[in-house]
Every structure is written in C-alpha cells, then in structure tokens.
C-alpha cells in the first residue's frame, strides 16, 4: 500500500482495492466443513453459485467476473443485441453491474467441476474459465454444446470438456449433475453476427446454447434454472425429480422486455417443481433490471395458506451461505454481525459515561 500520494497510480489502486472482498469469502469456503445430511451453498453474484458438498466436493456454477455498462459511449445500443432483437429499441441499455465482487477468482482452490448454464456472457466467463483451469488442473468444464465451444475457443483442452443435453447425467466425485431442459427464450435470440436477420427463421436449438441443472448431493438436491423463463415444463421435472431448493433468474422487466422471471412466476416455479426452498437470484447484479426480493415474500404470505403452498422463500444476500436443510425454514439471510466478545475483557474510554 503506497503511503505517499506521488507513489499512488491507476494500476496499484486497482490492484490493492479488487476484488472487494479479496480472499475473504474464498477462505470461508475453504474452512467450512459441511456436515452430514446438509449441502452448503455460497451466492457469487448474478446466478453464480458455489455448492459443497458434505463430502467435500466443490461445484463453481455460473461464476461472473465482468462488468457492465462503463461509458455512455454513442448512446446506442449494440446492433444485433438480444434485447434489441426482441424489441426493436435503439437507445443504449443501461445495464450497470451492481453489486462487488465477493470472491477473488484466481485463487480459487479445489473446484472439482466448473458448470454453465447457458452463452450468455454473465454466466459464461473468460476470467473465471481461466482461474479454475489454472488453479484447478482436474476440474472438469461442463455445459451445453455451444458453451463448451466457447471454452475450447479461449483453449481450454477438449479432455476437460463435457457436453451435455437435457436428459445427460455427470458424476462429479459424490455429486449426480443431471443436466435438464432451459426455457430461455432471451437465449434464442441470441446471436453474434449483428448483420444476421432472424425473422422468418428456424431458431436455434436451445438444447445447444443452454440448458438448466439438478445437482443431488447427500445432503439435498439444488435446481438451478439459470436465466429460465417460467415454464409448465417446470412441473414435468417436479414430477421426474425430487427437488429440496430452486434457484431462479429474477428481475423486474423493463418496458416492452421480458427477460427475467417476476415474483408471481418465481412462486409458480417452485410450486411446479415440488420444490422446499425458492430463491430469487440475478436481480442483485444489472441496474435496469433491479427488483425487491421480498415482493416474493410478501406474495408468499399473500397465497400460501390459500393454495397451500408446501415451500418458502428465501431472500438472500450476495456473498453468503445458505445450507439446506439447516436453514429451509428461513425466510432472509442476514451476515454474521460480530462484537459477540464484547466487553470480554475491560473496554477503555476516559469514563463510562461515554458509553
């Protein structure tokens, strides 16, 4: 850390300041010891997602370490964006990212698998495919087809790549991924080549750009729907699948958009997938698609006693844990608040009266 402020620059204030949080949350992770009959899950951001298993193996899902908007640029909106196909808009979206970042992405330590979602490139990032292939040299890569092309273009080796389609099962140490149908409609109009026109065409297979994820472990069963839309489909995996937590994209949809899941649907979704535990994710990370959590909440006690729901949400906070089934009857996280030492040994103030 410079002292003088002729020695400070740029670079070193960058480096001595991101990430936010440094190693603090890496080496919690690291420490924690998760016990029989629970799996822990840490939230990075966006849908990212650190699970860890009671055996010790550790899932990265969908780990983000890029930014938003930070110019104003032209104005305009990138031609052949997603969100320009789907509406037409010209002006620039003004997707500011958020929220810090809570974990330091090279020194992550003992990823067994990295796992992807879908192309889109808040979910599918260089940095973190970089980190884990580095620091993590039997970490498997796994996601859908055109994800794993991805990962192959910026060289990672084929051998630690895994294609999957909905209906595929990986075994990863102790933990059964079973790779499922996305509903991701976004996604579908997805495509690199501004000058190409999509309408009037076949669309994509979305087999091959996304799919969503079960991950059974012996403590539990995480669904992570990544960027999904609702779906009736949801009730088809609820059926096939036993399903104890559902993560979903959610976010409150700009005009004449829709690309994240509302708090009506988030409730229909875990109702649909017979699941224990719904939490909201994604809603955290893009200023234009900001939402309150606890609309959920509230619309949650609105409904549940009426149409019986058998679930409850869980509002959570970027950057902490959450462990089944020790906190499935939660409704919020909140940090650990410290000062549970206080006055352990004498405090010293002038008089007591300070206090």
Avoid at 38 to 63: A, Q, R, Y
Avoid at 71 to 95: A, C, F, I, L, W
Avoid at 216 to 224: C, D, F, K, L, V
Avoid at 337 to 354: K, L, Q
């Amino acid at each position: 850390m410079a002292n003088n402020v002729n020695e400070v620059s740029k670079e070193n204030w960058i480096l001595s300041t991101f990430p936010e949080w440094g190693t603090y949350l890496n080496e919690e992770i690291e420490e924690t010891v998760v016990e029989a009959g629970t799996v822990s899950m840490w939230w990075l951001g966006c849908t990212g997602i650190w699970l860890k298993s009671h055996e010790g193996t550790n899932i990265l899902c969908d780990l983000w370490c890029g930014t938003g908007k930070r110019t104003h640029g032209d104005g305009t909106m990138k031609k052949g964006h997603q969100m320009m196909r789907m509406s037409g808009v010209q002006k620039m979206q003004p997707n500011l990212r958020t929220q810090p970042f809570v974990i330091d992405p090279f020194e992550i330590k003992n990823v067994s698998a990295l796992v992807v979602t879908h192309i889109h490139s808040d979910h599918l990032d260089i940095n973190t495919a970089a980190a884990v292939h580095q620091n993590c040299p039997d970490a498997k890569f796994v996601g859908p087809k055109e994800v794993v092309n991805t990962w192959l273009k910026w060289g990672i080796p084929e051998e630690k790549t895994i294609i999957v389609k909905p209906g595929d099962e990986v075994k990863i140490k102790d933990v059964n991924i079973v790779a499922l149908e996305a509903f991701d409609r976004t996604a579908l109009v997805t495509c690199d080549d501004p000058n190409e026109v999509l309408k009037g065409k076949m669309p994509q297979d979305m087999d091959e750009i996304a799919v969503n994820y079960l991950f059974e472990t012996s403590g539990g069963n995480i669904y992570h729907a990544g960027d999904s839309h609702y779906s009736n489909m949801f009730a088809k995996h609820g059926n096939e699948h036993k399903i104890d937590v559902c993560l979903g994209a959610y976010g409150e949809n700009p005009r004449g958009i829709t690309d994240k899941v509302t708090s009506v649907d988030m409730l229909r979704m875990a109702e649909s997938l017979n699941a224990k535990v719904v939490i909201p994710v994604h809603y955290d990370i893009w200023a234009n698609f900001m939402a309150d959590p606890k609309e959920i909440t509230e619309i949650w006690k609105f409904k549940k006693d009426r149409l019986k729901y058998d679930f409850k949400p869980y509002i959570w906070q970027v950057g902490g844990k959450f462990t089944y089934p020790t906190n499935k009857d939660d409704l919020e996280f909140n940090f650990y608040r410290g000062f549970d030492d206080v006055f352990t040994v004498e405090n010293d103030t002038p008089f007591t009266s300070f206090l």
